[in-house]
């Protein structure tokens, strides 16, 4: 039987046993930061030499120069030109979904005038250029390609550069063709630190990009943290997470394969199951013998739940809800039979997924909203990627003169209370003797 951890609100000891399975240590290997550290440092004063040899070295290529890097749009268009119909079709569907969803988004910009005809505001624009990582080798994920792509585009991002590693050589024709499909502009079939720097700092054939977005192992997240400041970035994200709230009126082998949708991403990716009803999560448990064995990533699973994962028996929904918002999970299941009434009461989640019919996987690939989400807790003060993340604000002030008088003796007022008598100056130099 698998060992999952199993808590009660009733026991004495639940807020212990609960830090102990939240508790999860981000910070980078003292050996990667000191590893990311070196290649930045090189990447930033040998630009493309640098990455060159990196690229070279890591994913045992042979390139002469970042040319044999490039790859055109020719070759995106024949990779989604190429793809089976039925793959075609359910790439495009998903991105006409996404774009649909994240059209939604975009925000204007507005302004007011005072009586004194003083004008207040705020400027929206898009960011100039944006790099997009996309995971390469074991990890292909073209839907991540058309998750940060599609709202870059959306907001009006002038040049998306999307880096790709490929081990070997081998290029994943669904990345390229979701490339193709997301209007990215142009691809260096390069990852890790290198990649990242590249972004970072521009290279001889690489321009500097404003932000970085999308998803990477540990080398590239470090890569992402020491850049942030030169460059935006989307976040540092942690392990995947699902948190499932039943009341047990679900299909018990539907629950267990969404918790294994998450566990197995990674073994350190995080399934909980929280329950009003104890035959229930007795159920799951079967349905959890049972289809474990048909899994093909089935160490990985079965790992990820027994380190990570825990089933959480609440006396009720309100303990329910109140556990939840307490984790602040990435995804959000409601499995409930009436789940509508409870959705205004989560106040902490990334995504929220309403009813029995409602996978978390939907949301990973065609529901629409975007799937790059906020992990470790952090969606108690951040909010998926989306459209905004593209946008910058810029504040709009026109000062009239009879505004100038109003303000100018208030400024001047509270600058000289500051001890800042040039800003007082500077305002009252404009008020009328």
């Known amino acids: 039987m698998i060992a999952i951890k199993r808590l009660s609100t009733v026991d004495a000891d639940f807020k212990a046993n609960m830090d102990a399975l939240l508790a999860f240590e981000a910070a980078a290997d003292e050996g990667i930061e000191c590893t ?107 839907s991540s390609v058309l998750m940060n792509a599609i709202p870059a585009k959306v907001a009006g991002v002038k040049e998306l550069i999307m880096v790709v590693p490929t081990p070997d050589g081998e290029h994943n024709q669904l990345v390229l063709a979701a490339a193709c499909l997301a209007g990215v502009d142009r691809v260096f079939t390069m990852g890790g630190a290198q990649a990242v720097g590249a972004l970072a700092y521009g290279t001889q054939t690489v321009p500097q990009v404003d932000k970085i977005v999308g998803p990477g ?145 939907l949301g990973d690939y065609c529901a629409g909203p975007n799937h790059v989400l906020p992990t470790s807790g952090s969606a108690r003060f951040s909010s998926p990627l989306g459209v905004y993340d593209f946008q910058k604000r810029t504040s709009l002030i026109k000062v009239s003169k009879d505004g100038a008088q109003t303000l100018g003796r208030i400024a001047s007022t509270l600058a000289h209370g500051e001890g800042l008598p040039a800003h007082a100056k500077s305002a009252e130099f404009r008020l009328e003797s």
């Not at 390139?63 to 020719?74: H, I």
């Not at 268009?77 to 089976?84: F, M, S, V, Y």
């Not at 013998?289 to 899994?295: A, G, R, S, V």
């Open 36 to 142: 990311v550290a070196g290649i930045l440092a090189d990447v930033k004063v040998r630009g493309d030499a640098a990455v060159v040899d990196y690229t070279n070295k890591f994913d045992r290529l042979t390139a002469a120069s970042m040319a044999d890097l490039e790859l055109s749009k020719a070759e995106m268009r024949k990779a989604l030109d190429g793809l089976p119909a039925d793959r075609r079709t359910a790439l495009e569907a998903a991105a006409a979904r996404v774009k649909s969803y994240h059209e939604r988004q975009k925000m204007e910009g507005w302004s007011y005038t005072e009586a004194d005809g003083t004008m207040l505001g705020q400027m929206i624009t898009p960011l100039d250029r944006v790099g997009l990582y996309v995971p390469g080798g074991k990890a292909a994920y073209p």
């Open 217 to 361: 192992n540990a080398y590239v997240a470090t890569a992402k943290r020491r850049v942030f400041g030169i460059v935006g970035i989307d976040m540092v994200a942690g392990p995947s997470e699902i948190l499932v709230v039943s009341d047990g009126s679900g299909n018990p082998d539907w629950v267990a394969m969404d918790l294994f949708s998450q566990a197995e991403h990674d073994e350190l990716a995080q399934s909980i199951l929280i329950c009003t009803d104890a035959a229930f999560i007795e159920q799951v448990q079967a349905s959890i013998e049972k289809l474990l064995p048909t899994m093909p990533r089935r160490a990985v699973i079965e790992t990820s739940l027994t380190k990570r994962g825990a089933f959480i028996l609440v006396r009720d929904m309100a303990e329910a809800v109140a556990i939840a918002n307490r984790v602040a999970p990435e995804h959000l299941e409601l499995s409930l039979s009436d789940p509508d009434p409870w959705v205004s009461k989560i106040h902490h989640a990334g995504a929220i997924f309403i009813g029995h019919y409602t996978s978390e996987s």
